[in-house]
């Protein structure tokens, strides 16, 4: 029964790896922006919900909407100002100078974070934190299956709305071809422009998860870094395939914690993630190569 | 060869300024605030050529650099003398760089960056836990620890990256790098072997990585195993290179004083607020001036002679946009 409990934990894991990566996956996958702040934005929501619960007491799962706002507004003022002026770039172009602006950005979040908070780890201290109940034989805690029920209900929504709604679908029409969806009568600039809101909004949802358990301004790029992974192994463009990646990368991680210790799970979901780049760029859940 | 006439004056004197200089000036503090500055100087050198010159933006810079410490220090400290440790150290890099350079390289940019950054974690975490201590120097070594070894080691290792790779672009072989950076598809097409010029310009970079690396080692008398494969040392080459001016020479000597001079300025008052004004400053320089620093005279003149140029949208590594 030890085996299964290493896969629970690694099922809850996956879940807050996909809540964090989604976001990203609306950014990077179909927008073609390569945010690697995206995790340094995800930890600033952290923060957000962990001064909501100290300041006014309202749980994380229940500030998310708030948080939300402020990310989403903030989203959009650094689409505004850093990444807008490269809406024309070729796909190639537009991931370099994103990365090379948004390398920028962490290194500046992540230390005017340490000014403002510190760089002390703290957490949320809910009631039910460390709270679990049995599920045939296996230990669920509470914030687990809180977490695993919210990426199912994000992704989901989130692939739906992509793919039904007029606004979804204009945003994959952009990252197309930019100027033929202008010519179709898109409104581009105010489309990109709330898309990038809502993957930066998107975040409040992993920040309020995050803030159960550590945050620190250091953990930026740890969350990027395996948002990375869960979006190029579920295919650059795939959304729903990202909560399956992020389940695979979980259970993998702790499945392996079982079998070389704890401290090399780092090193072996990196080395898997290496040989997907080489041998599957296109990702597991791609069905054509990725742009 | 005019390459090296005219050119050469400025050169020349600075580096004869920097050889007499220990000989009538013994300030250590200043003499160690040099030896950081060669470092970087090297360090961002060495990234330069690969994604400066050949357009390949590796994000792991910190694990050839570690590892040049790591075997320069081993081999050093079990009795074999600096200058073959050291070239150990530099080769352990090459060796490095290939066995990941064949396959990364086949990866498209973006991919590229994330697979080297992923290397450099697989690097970091491996070695904290291979070796969790602090590296001390044997008594012996600390007896006769002086700084003007190191200083002078530095500044060779500097001079020959620079000629090293300053040849390597100003060769038929720098041609091809840049047009791989400029459109790699266009390169192919015109039979640059594009594969092979990326592997050497990865090899040459790995090399002085690990060379610097190995300064590293022969500079601190202590410092923990893990501490230069810590993921600074991939940021502050792009940092310090895009500052400079990325795709030059120069580049990376002005961008490397600034930030020396910008971190021994606010190492006294607060902690890490020279990375965080670099990093607004390295917004600032990709988003507006894409030359660097080294560009700006440039950009003032176009300014003065021609109608106000259009900065915002133009990629970062030359390319200017249709």
Redesign the interface.
């Known amino acids: 029964m030890e085996m299964g409990q290493f896969i629970t934990y690694g099922v809850i894991n996956g879940a807050i790896y996909a809540l964090v990566a989604i976001g990203l996956g609306l950014i990077m996958g179909i927008m073609g922006i390569f945010n690697l702040a995206h995790g340094s934005l995800a930890m600033i929501a952290a923060y957000i919900s962990l001064w909501f619960f100290q300041s006014w007491g309202i749980d994380p799962f229940l500030s998310i909407p708030l948080s939300m706002v402020i990310l989403f507004v903030l989203g959009i003022g650094i689409y505004k100002g850093l990444f807008s002026s490269m809406k024309k770039f070729s796909a190639g172009q537009k991931l370099r100078n994103s990365m090379l602006v948004s390398f920028g950005l962490v290194l500046v979040i992540e230390n005017l974070a340490v000014l403002i908070w510190t760089a002390n780890e703290r957490r949320v201290n809910t009631t039910y934190s460390g709270l679990a109940f049995d599920f045939a034989g296996l230990r669920v805690p509470y914030i687990g299956l809180g977490t695993i029920l919210l990426a199912v209900v994000v992704i989901f929504g989130l692939h739906a709305f992509l793919k039904r709604t007029f606004f979804g679908r204009s945003i994959w029409a952009i990252s197309q071809d930019y100027q033929c969806a202008k010519l179709m009568g898109i409104n581009v600039d105010r489309t990109m422009l709330i898309a990038f809101g809502i993957g930066v909004g998107l975040t409040a949802i992993a920040g309020a998860v995050i803030s159960l358990y550590t945050v620190s301004p250091s953990i930026g790029l740890d969350w990027v870094n395996k948002s990375l992974i869960l979006v190029v192994l579920a295919g650059v463009g795939s959304i729903d395939g990202i909560l399956f990646a992020g389940l695979l990368l979980g259970i993998l991680e702790s499945v392996s914690a079982y079998f070389v210790g704890v401290h090399y799970t780092g090193v072996v979901s990196l080395i898997i993630f290496l040989l997907i780049l080489m041998f599957r760029p296109q990702g597991l859940f791609a069905k054509k190569v990725g742009r | 060869m005019r390459f090296f006439q005219k050119k050469m004056v400025i050169p020349a004197l600075i580096v004869a300024f920097l050889f007499f200089l220990p000989l009538f000036f013994k300030g250590e503090y200043y003499l160690n605030m040099l030896c950081t500055l060669f470092l970087y100087v090297i360090l961002s050198q060495s990234w330069n050529i690969l994604g400066g010159y050949t357009g390949q933006?590796n994000v792991g810079q910190a694990a050839f650099f570690g590892i040049g410490a790591l075997v320069t220090r081993l081999l050093w400290t079990s009795g074999i003398p600096f200058v073959p440790a050291l070239l150990g150290g530099g080769l352990s890099s090459v060796i490095l760089s290939l066995l990941i350079g064949i396959?990364?390289l086949?990866?498209?940019?973006?991919?590229f960056?994330?697979?080297t950054?992923?290397?450099a974690?697989?690097a970091l975490?491996?070695i904290e836990?291979i070796f969790p201590g602090v590296t001390f120097l044997p008594g012996k070594y600390v007896a006769t620890y002086s700084l003007l070894p190191r200083y002078y080691a530095f500044l060779i290792i500097l001079l020959s990256a620079v000629i090293v790779i300053s040849l390597a672009v100003h060769s038929r072989m720098g041609l091809a790098m840049e047009s791989i950076r400029d459109d790699e598809e266009a390169a192919q097409a015109a039979g640059v072997n594009i594969f092979k010029y990326k592997v050497i310009a990865f090899a040459i970079s790995s090399f002085f990585a690990g060379l610097a690396g190995g300064g590293f080692s022969f500079f601190h008398v202590s410092y923990y195993w893990s501490m230069p494969f810590a993921?600074m040392w991939c940021?502050e080459p792009?940092?310090i290179t895009?500052i400079g001016g990325v795709g030059t020479i120069w580049g990376p000597i002005i961008g490397s004083l600034c930030y020396v001079a910008l971190k021994e300025s606010f190492a006294l008052t607060?902690?890490?607020?020279n990375?965080?004004i670099?990093?607004?400053v390295?917004?600032f320089i990709?988003?507006f001036f894409p030359k660097g620093i080294i560009g700006i005279p440039e950009k003032i003149r176009e300014h003065l002679t021609k109608r106000m140029g259009t900065n915002?949208?133009r990629?970062?590594?030359g390319?200017s946009?249709p």
């Open positions: 933006i396959p990364a086949r990866l498209r940019g973006h991919y960056a994330i697979g950054l992923s290397v974690w697989i975490i491996t836990n993921l940021f792009i940092l895009f607060m902690g890490e607020i990375v965080l670099f990093g607004a390295f917004i990709i988003l915002v949208g990629d970062v590594l390319k946009q």
